[in-house]
């Protein structure tokens, strides 16, 4: 493997801001996160704070006992005991098949840091990825993309869900989970390791019941000897843990609100809008019956914190008594979910992706209602992966690695198309067309004095003729591409690989597509390359 660093825009305007030195946006954050002495001064700051370290430690223990462990975990449990560690965190949804591949590249920016952060400092620096288990949007995790017959199809699981339930809390059927999962490894063709990857599949959907559980198997046999440590949002010990600040969030609910909204009205005059949808009655907070998620706002005139489904409603001391008592029916919303993560955690640095720091930007002033300072918040890697064989492609039709990443190969395929057309067989088609039409608006001018009533026949066998004509033309294009077949699929490959749908490599494609190509080692390997966080683009060539 070899890295390439290319400078590409971020996926948003505000991210590509923040990885700018001087940028007019660093005043929304309280560290610099290029800035070495920024990580000192991060390391002072938590050493002035106490955390829950042994009840949060026998929360993960307990958690990641069922999934595949490591020498490296257990030593990086022991750290986290230790009063001078601190956590390099970032979390992502649990997607089917490792996500998209950004989540990978998430928790390799995790480890990396953490990593680079200990030799650094000299202090034990732990990994922590945030499963957001607590998440309801079924939708965005129950689908991966795979290529089937030169095209890329979206693979929806078969298993619906209509209920707002925490993915945690979402069961899988084995039989159909690891049948749909057969189906996509199909698609990704047999290589030395297919069987390999399906055996250790077939293992791990029958030990997982939900799709968390099947999230995190894959997670730690990836990543357990980096001593990775992972936590659920949707645990119900974890939660337990935030009962302090769901009760402090339900007194000072309104502040909370009003701190976000100050925050976006600064950013608007900056040109930026806002990511968080909030408003004065926001409470930042879900309530969870056991089968629905419910967004909970205030209702000042009834002096009432009710569900947004108008079902649920509770007065102050309801609320505070489910905070106490009940917190694992609370969880946080966008707004709160830092907060949490800052709570329980002494982080030294927080991994975001391009649309975290945009929402990040509008919570500085939520931090300093709770007396808490945001961490210094890291651009995630940005990595894309390119095979050998399709270097090889672009090397053949000249195609430039920057154009390709930035706006795929569609335009440079067009010119091709055009470079091969019969240029005088497509004028003869638009003439013979154009002719057409000036041959049928003389007959129809006699036909006006003649019958009238065949006026509407006339166009119609027009029509028809010109259609036969636009036929034959499109036959002769598709003899035409079909004549230079293998270049075009060459660009569709291309295509397929580094801009998949449009978007980049990251959004769309997945981890299981290369650990069937290249075994799971290939993950591991990637993990090991010496990244810098410099906000360049990653090109791994394999």
């Known amino acids: 493997m070899e890295i390439l660093n290319l400078t590409l825009p971020a ?27 920024a990580y000192k001064l991060r390391l002072n700051d938590l050493h002035e704070r106490t955390f829950n370290r042994g009840e949060l430690v026998s929360v993960i223990t307990n958690f990641m006992k069922r999934f595949p462990s490591s020498h490296q975990v257990e030593k990086s449990i022991e750290k986290l005991r230790q009063q001078n560690s ?18 990978v590249h998430k928790i390799i920016s995790i480890i990396a840091l953490a990593e680079q952060k200990e030799k650094e400092l000299g202090v034990p620096v732990v990994p922590i990825f945030w499963i957001a288990g607590e998440d309801h949007d079924y939708d965005e995790v129950n689908h991966v993309y795979a290529e089937s017959n030169g095209k890329l199809t979206k693979f929806v699981y078969p298993e619906s869900c209509v209920e707002k339930r925490m993915v945690s809390h979402i069961p899988i059927k084995k039989d159909i989970c690891y049948q749909w999962v057969e189906e996509i ?17 077939k293992q791990i959907v029958n ?28 645990d119900n010990n974890l939660r337990r843990l935030e ?55 205030f209702d000042k005139e009834r002096q009432l914190f009710v569900g947004k489904n108008g079902v649920h409603h509770f007065n102050t001391d309801s609320m505070l008594e489910l905070a106490r008592n009940h917190p694992e029916k609370l969880s946080t919303n966008v707004v709160a979910r830092p907060l949490a993560q800052e709570y329980l955690f002494p982080t030294l640095a927080f991994i975001a992706g391009p649309g975290e720091i945009a929402y990040w930007a509008e919570l500085q002033k939520a931090f300093e209602l709770f007396n808490l300072k945001m961490p210094p918040v890291v651009p995630r890697l940005n990595i894309t992966i390119l095979d050998r064989s399709i270097e090889t ?37 638009e003439e013979t067309k154009r002719d057409l039409r000036d041959k049928y608006k003389n007959i129809e001018q006699r036909l006006i004095t003649l019958d009238r009533g065949l006026l509407p026949l006339l166009q119609k066998n027009e029509q028809i003729i010109q259609s036969q ?17 293998v270049i075009l699929k060459k660009f569709e490959q291309v295509e397929n690989a580094l801009k998949p749908l449009g978007s980049p490599q990251e959004r769309i494609l997945t981890g299981y597509y290369y650990i069937n190509k290249y075994d799971f080692d290939f993950i591991r390997d990637l993990t090991k390359l010496p990244y810098q966080f410099d906000g360049k683009h990653k090109v791994v060539i394999v």
Request: no cysteine; glycine share 4%; hydrophobic share 35%.
């Open 11 to 37: 996926t948003n305007r505000f991210a590509t801001q923040y990885t700018k030195e001087q940028s007019k946006i660093h005043k929304f954050f309280n560290y610099s996160h290029t800035d070495n002495e």
């Open 243 to 297: 009962r302090e600040l769901f009760i402090k969030q339900i007194h000072l609910w309104e502040q909370l609100s009003q701190s976000v909204i100050k925050q976006q009205e600064e950013l608007a005059k900056l040109g930026f809008n806002r990511t968080i949808s909030i408003n004065t009655q926001s409470v930042n907070l879900f309530y969870y019956d056991n089968q629905e998620r419910v967004l909970l706002e």
């Open 86 to 103: 601190v956590v390099v965190i970032g979390g992502q949804q649990a997607g089917l098949l490792t996500g998209p591949l950004y989540t």
């Open 469 to 485: 004509i636009d036929f034959m033309s499109k036959k002769i294009e598709a003899s035409l591409k079909e004549q230079h077949n």
């Open 207 to 234: 030990q997982s019941y939900t799709i968390v559980d099947f999230f995190a198997h894959i997670v730690m046999e990836l990543f357990k000897d980096f001593g990775l440590l992972i936590v659920d949002s949707g």
């Open 393 to 429: 492609n672009m090397k053949e039709l000249e195609l430039d690695l920057y154009e390709v990443l930035s706006s795929g190969t569609q335009m440079k395929q067009a010119e091709f198309l055009e470079s091969v057309k019969d240029t005088t067989l497509e004028h003869l088609f």
């Open 185 to 201: 490894v199909e698609t990704f063709g047999e290589t030395n390791y297919t069987k390999k990857l399906l055996n250790f599949t």
